[in-house]
């Protein structure tokens, strides 16, 4: 019912600069939250970026002060821009949404991206 695309993964130096973009697409009838996890290679699911409808961004620790999560909500696309990238920055980035579908009375459900591999490496 609901698609999450993404795209703008790949190989950067560190110090280098990449931007991922996310777009929903189906059944949609708002989009509360979208966000950002990502997956290190042996590790658990971790919250990246996340940015409500209306309200705060909230950042992990690692990643505050380089990376900026933004939403275009007519296009129902999410933005991460990873500036300073560092070699633990590398990982597999799955974006995120909790979706209002279409439906009567609306229904929310949590959506993921198939995820885009960011590798950080000289």
């Known amino acids: 019912q609901v698609q999450l695309v993404e795209s703008g993964g790949g190989l950067v130096q560190p110090g280098g600069s990449l931007r991922l973009s996310c777009a929903a697409s189906?059944?949609?009838?708002?989009?509360?939250?979208m966000g950002w996890y990502r997956q290190i290679s042996g590790k658990g699911r971790e919250l990246v970026a996340a940015?409500?409808?209306?309200?705060?961004?909230n950042y992990a620790d690692s990643v505050k002060g380089r990376f900026t999560i933004s939403r275009d909500n007519p296009k129902n696309t999410v933005y991460l821009q990873m500036n300073s990238l560092k070699p633990e920055d590398t990982a597999v980035y799955y974006c995120?949404?909790?979706?209002?579908?279409?439906?009567?009375?609306?229904?929310?459900?949590?959506?993921w991206g198939q995820g885009t591999l960011v590798t950080v490496s000289s």
């Open positions: 995120h949404a909790r979706v209002g579908l279409t439906t009567f009375p609306i229904k929310y459900v949590e959506v």
């Open positions: 189906g059944s949609i009838f708002d989009i509360n939250t």
């Open positions: 940015i409500p409808s209306g309200g705060s961004t």
